[in-house]
């Protein structure tokens, strides 16, 4: 298990927090949810998070058109996610649904904002693919459009920023700098497009700051 996945991240006010909900693996009740989060003391909407060491993972798309299959790993010091998959079949066809927030946004903050939602994302559990018992679980999951035909609502998880380069609701750059999709500096206007990376969001915004950027940088690569 990475070492970055076998702990609680700390929690500051900037800091950009996935939240977890996982929902129908009890089909005697198709309500009950678990949810969990990479940090502690973490409550939003009203709904607490339990804090459990996370990762997710994400293949890339082949020349042969193959979607992307994620994968999610978490850490299971107490047992939790083993009880769940002995009681209910590995939680196989399970929904898992991923928001992303910020800090200040969680209840009990001066700017607690349950709406302040800035991205969404939805998935369902294919199958368990490794179980270390009380270390790291990882799970396959699949995109729900394509589980069974179903029709399901939801965004996939992408390691690019989906916000609109420059608009100032969501990626909020306004400066004279420009950079080109290569993040090469230009002078020409024509040429200022953003690449959609991190490497462009702190090219525009500076290392230090704290980068508004719509993707799920942590989304690893798998081959």
């Not at 502690?40 to 998070?49: D, E, L, W």
């Not at 079949?89 to 929904?95: D, I, K, V």
């Not at 909020?172 to 290569?182: D, E, K, N, P, Q």
Request: glycine share 8%.
């Amino acid at each position: 298990m990475p070492a970055e996945v076998n702990r609680i991240q700390e929690l500051h006010q900037d800091t950009f927090i996935d939240l977890f909900e996982v929902s129908g693996y009890n089909p005697d009740s198709p309500f009950d949810a678990f949810r969990f989060t990479n940090h502690s003391g973490v409550q939003f909407g009203g709904k607490a998070y339990t804090p459990i060491p996370c990762q997710i993972e994400m293949i890339e798309y082949t020349s042969e058109g193959q979607q992307p299959e994620p994968s999610l790993t978490v850490g299971d010091p107490d047992g939790i996610i083993t009880d769940l998959i002995l009681l209910y079949n590995n939680m196989e066809g399970a929904n898992i649904h991923i928001i992303r927030t910020q800090a200040r946004y969680l209840d009990g903050q001066p700017n607690a904002d349950p709406t302040a939602i800035l991205t969404e994302a939805d998935f369902i559990i294919a199958r368990r693919e490794q179980h270390s018992p009380r270390e790291a679980i990882i799970f396959a999951l699949a995109n729900p459009i394509e589980v069974d035909g179903a029709k399901l609502p939801g965004r996939i998880c992408l390691r690019t920023c989906i916000w609109v380069y420059r608009d100032p609701d969501t990626c909020g750059y306004s400066g004279a700098t420009r950079f080109t999709l290569s993040n090469q500096r230009t002078l020409d206007p024509a040429l200022d497009k953003c690449s959609k990376s991190i490497t462009g969001c702190r090219l525009r915004f500076g290392d230090n700051a704290v980068l508004p950027f719509g993707g799920y940088p942590g989304l690893q690569r798998r081959s």
